[in-house]
């Protein structure tokens, strides 16, 4: 019955994921899109590491573009592929449920399917996918760890086996956590939040080894980054955690200030601070103070002081890939505590009763985090028509009016893939030199026109508002699209300078030969 409740999940999950590309390819003349700029970078990446060798959007040289290591080098065995990276969330999605499904193998199989489905639907899997991007595997790495994690705790010092097969045991688990703190922190840097949470509760326990191993996976894959980016004369961090690392109020205030637009969020932070109370309790009903039940109560803690430094240090959002992963383990200590435990839970109430409370909790807790999947799910293909019309639309028109050419961007993902020209990012996430100098000098009108005649750049395609006041006055517009039901990009509004009267007048030319083949419902003004 588990094994049919897991193959349903999973092919819901496929199922949703193929009639989503199937409806946005057919509503983009065939061009499937995914829903944000950003998996163009990786794409870009993947492609230039596969096929020249380098790690960076163009052959031209390093680029320290994207914080998701493992994703970059996935993307490079399949260079050009723009289809691999949703095969590849597909492929961690189904990995993540069987993973939970394994886990509860014991469990009821109600539990699992709820817990399955709630997996496919809350961070939600199926935006992941058509995210394009490393979050899937993000969550497979997050579930494995926490389910490494408790069974190492549980498995604990036995004294009464032989001294060798304890060592050896202690071994296998060192080398898992090591395998899986390296997976976590080289698919994303936020994996260094869920190995602080799990150092400490592991030390405590008597598992100086495994912690110690996980500890060195997890600096494994960001000391290899730093020490060639560094080579490069880059920074030690990639610069999308320079540029997008969490910045907003003060300190002491970041992850309060986070909360106010995540209502989601509180629920999982509630669910989770109330699975450890009610763990807890009903551990000294019963006397649960064997190895398993305290296990699964330091997950939870695990999982909840993960939410916690994420809200803290880093981003939400961003069409609700962030904190995707952040639900998933929710969802993940929710079904074990169930599926351990069940009516138990309330051991004061009478079993129907405890039942009934337990499901109403849970869909207290849920609420917000079944609203915002229902906009997600609803919003997916406008997201990715808003990249097929404007980044992508960049791109082609770089590539084929524009080649070779030297050009300033603020959104890199769809000019990096489909154009061919040399990038200077303005925004700092594929140009170092650009981030050096804003933050020697903030963004002025000096510093973009020192950098761009540095750069021998003569063509800038620019969310305006972005860089108001800083505009460089001898610069000129010779055009602008516009979207009239802009989502997810930065602004509706793209406006293509030349930096000289000269420079404007072949972008303008450029532009009215591009214009028929933009796509419907693109609004096109070109300077006469």
């Known amino acids: 019955m588990r094994v049919a409740v897991a193959v349903g999940v999973c092919a819901l999950l496929a199922g949703l994921v193929w009639a989503y590309e199937r409806s946005i390819a057919q509503a983009l003349s065939g061009a499937f899109t995914y829903c944000v700029d950003d998996a163009y970078i990786h794409l870009a990446l993947g492609r230039t590491l596969g096929q020249a060798g380098v790690w960076g959007l163009t052959p031209d040289g390093f680029t320290a573009a994207s914080s998701s290591i493992l994703w970059t080098l996935l993307l490079a065995l399949a260079p050009g592929r723009e289809l691999w990276p949703l095969a590849l969330n597909v492929g961690c999605g189904v990995g993540a449920v069987c993973v939970l499904a394994w886990r509860l193998r014991r469990a009821p199989a109600l539990v699992l399917g709820v817990a399955g489905v709630a997996l496919v639907l809350l961070p939600p899997l199926v935006v992941m996918a058509l995210v394009g991007m490393e979050h899937s595997l993000q969550i497979l790495g997050a579930l494995l760890f926490l389910w490494r994690f408790e069974r190492t705790i549980a498995d604990g010092r036995n004294e009464d086996v032989d001294a060798q097969v304890a060592r050896g045991a202690e071994r296998r688990q060192a080398l898992e956590l090591f395998a899986l703190g390296a997976l976590v922190t080289a698919t994303r840097y936020e994996g260094l939040f869920l190995v602080a949470a799990a150092f400490l509760p592991l030390v405590l326990r008597h598992r100086v080894i495994p912690a110690l191993a996980m500890g060195v996976g997890a600096a494994l894959p960001v000391g290899i980054f730093a020490a060639v980016s560094m080579s490069h004369g880059w920074f030690p961090l990639p610069n999308s955690v320079l540029v997008k690392g969490a910045t907003h109020g003060p300190v002491v205030l970041r992850g309060l200030a986070a909360l106010r637009s995540a209502p989601h969020l509180w629920g999982a932070l509630a669910l989770l601070s109330g699975l450890t109370a009610l763990l807890s309790r009903a551990a000294r009903r019963f006397g649960g103070t064997d190895r398993a039940s305290l296990a699964l109560r330091l997950t939870v803690n695990v999982a909840l002081v993960t939410a916690l430094l994420h809200l803290q240090f880093a981003k939400l959002g961003w069409f609700y890939r962030y904190e995707a992963w952040l639900l998933a ?200």
């Open 329 to 528: 383990m929710t969802i993940w200590c929710a079904a074990c505590a169930l599926g351990d435990h069940g009516a138990r839970l309330l051991p004061s109430l009478p079993e129907s009763t405890a039942r009934l409370a337990v499901a109403l909790g849970l869909l207290v807790c849920a609420g917000p985090a079944i609203s915002r999947a229902v906009t997600a799910l609803s919003t997916a293909e406008l997201a990715a028509k808003n990249i097929h019309d404007q980044q992508r639309q960049m791109g082609l028109f770089l590539g084929s009016e524009l080649p070779g050419s030297s050009v300033a961007l603020n959104d890199i993902g769809g000019p990096s893939y489909f154009g061919k020209s040399h990038i200077l990012d303005l925004v700092g996430l594929a140009s170092i030199d650009v981030v050096r100098a804003l933050r020697t000098n903030g963004a002025s009108q000096g510093t973009l026109r020192g950098l761009t005649q540095e750069h021998r750049v003569r063509f800038a395609l620019l969310h305006a508002k972005l860089f108001q006041g800083a505009i460089p006055p001898e610069w000129v517009v010779a055009g602008r699209w516009r979207l009239p039901d802009n989502l997810v990009c930065g602004e509706d509004t793209v406006t293509f300078f030349g930096t000289s009267a000269g420079a404007a007048e072949e972008l303008a030319a450029a532009l009215r030969r591009f214009a028929p083949r933009l796509p419907e419902g693109v609004e096109v003004s070109v300077a006469p």
